[in-house]
């Protein structure tokens, strides 16, 4: 993930959470480098409420969670940061590729379509919370207003389900149809795990259910606000 980030063409810091870990453990380049700050955790919180705790550490205008053992692509952050700045828009997202251990891609195309999208039509392209998700969490960039107002929930996983559907739902955004994230495949990420399985199926439906509610809610809200004469 560092190794990525050297290589974007925009100015970018990071805050690694820790949580719970030896800090020693961080990798000496990581360490050695003014943009990234560290958050130690005194104790294991889990991703999402690491990530939650993290939030309050970022100082830019825009944020991207992101995890450890994958990487951006090279143009990730410059061409999604254009995009935000040029458009006004709250977030901006694109595909993502499966980076097998052999070194071979394998792209993902969400089911959402590329383009613009108002607040809560993301949501509507995840059909039922056994389909594919409608968009690839670590794939939006977004401004950091904008993501505290929609955090990680309390999920043990799943947590980005929570945070990618209320991000989407909360400000209109836009998709672009290039892979900006690589997600490393490999037996000893959190998806591989025998026991992932066990509570995948529960993440899923708060996630959706999350989604639903939320744009139910907003779109009753902007039905019913009141108007004021000029």
Not at 24 to 34: F, K, T, V
Not at 43 to 49: E, F, K
Not at 121 to 144: H, K
């Amino acid at each position: 993930m560092h190794a990525s980030l050297d290589r974007q063409s925009v100015p970018w810091e990071a805050v690694v959470a820790i949580d719970g870990a030896d800090p020693a453990r961080l990798p000496e380049p990581l360490a050695a480098d003014p943009r990234v700050r560290t958050l130690v955790l005194p104790r294991v919180v889990g991703a999402a409420c690491a990530r939650n705790l993290a939030l309050n550490e970022v100082r830019t205008k825009y944020v991207n969670w992101a995890d450890d053992d994958d990487e951006f692509t090279d143009w990730a952050m410059a061409v999604r940061l254009h995009t935000l700045e040029e458009t006004g828009v709250g977030w901006c997202a694109g595909y993502s590729q499966d980076l097998h251990p052999d070194g071979t891609l394998q792209l993902w195309r969400c089911p959402t379509p590329p383009g613009r999208h108002e607040a809560g039509d993301v949501w509507t392209y995840w059909r039922s919370p056994a389909d594919t998700i409608p968009i690839g969490p670590t794939t939006i960039l977004a401004r950091t207003e904008l993501v505290r107002a929609a955090p990680m929930g309390g999920l043990v996983q799943g947590e980005d389900y929570l945070a990618a559907v209320g991000v989407t739902c909360l400000a209109p955004g836009i998709l672009l149809p290039i892979p900006v994230y690589r997600y490393r495949k490999h037996s000893g990420q959190m998806t591989a795990q025998d026991s992932y399985d066990t509570l995948e199926a529960q993440a899923r439906q708060v996630a959706f259910n999350f989604g639903h509610s939320l744009r139910s809610a907003t779109r009753a809200l902007s039905h019913t606000a009141p108007t004021t004469a000029a």
